[in-house]
């Protein structure tokens, strides 16, 4: 379980393909805190460290998360947004994360607003998934490459965000650009209301 509050962007330092698996080494400040088995969100994907060495770090995407997600897109030297899993004991200060990307989006526009900025993104709209859930809500959560973000301008198929200058700079926002493809999760609890109200509709 995660919160959506990226620690830090760690970089890619190599990519090896294993089959129709991909190995993803990287870098980051707490490489030596890491442990073998502990889950990571990578843009928001939860992955497993597998080794560990050299100052670096190794995750396995297989190939559904290569479908799903941003991750088959990666080149040595990328950023990756990486947070790791929630603690109990602590304060929730974005919403709940699961790292189960639900789709793909692309960044339409950029527009700066007075030392922040707006970003607007676009997914492709289907009737069916956004009754089970699969849908932003103006003032709702998501989570845009494993960062917790509150949603306006909510339109079937796009929404905006606003990064303030601390999240640009602390995460992977700053490399994006109109065209960019990053990965969203949608609510949890949203999508467990939807489910709820379709039951209860169909027992009526």
């Known amino acids: 379980m995660f919160s959506g509050i990226v620690e830090e962007f760690a970089t890619v330092e190599s990519l090896a393909k294993d089959g129709s698996n991909l190995n993803i080494t990287l870098r980051c400040s707490f490489t030596d805190e890491l442990k073998i088995d502990q889950s990571i969100a990578h843009n928001g994907v939860c992955l ?35 947070e790791r899993s929630m603690q109990m004991n602590g304060r929730l200060d974005g919403h709940i994360v699961q790292g189960h990307v639900d789709t793909t989006a692309v960044c339409d526009s950029i527009e700066e607003c007075d030392g922040s900025r707006y970003y607007t993104f676009r997914y492709d709209f289907d009737r069916a998934k956004a009754a089970e859930g699969y849908m932003t809500v103006e003032k709702g959560s998501v989570t845009v490459n494993g960062v917790s973000l509150t949603v306006c301008d909510s339109k079937d198929d796009s929404f905006r965000v606003a990064i303030i200058p601390y999240t640009y700079g602390h995460t992977n926002f700053h490399t994006l650009k109109p065209g960019s493809k990053v990965n969203l999760e949608f609510d949890i609890i949203g999508k467990y209301i939807s489910r709820l109200q379709r039951y209860a509709v169909a027992n009526n």
Request: aromatic share 2%.
């Open 48 to 82: 497993t460290v597998v080794s560990i060495g050299g100052g670096c770090y190794t995750v396995t995407a297989v190939k559904e998360t290569l479908d799903r997600s941003n991750l088959g897109l990666l080149k040595t030297g990328d950023k990756v947004n990486i």
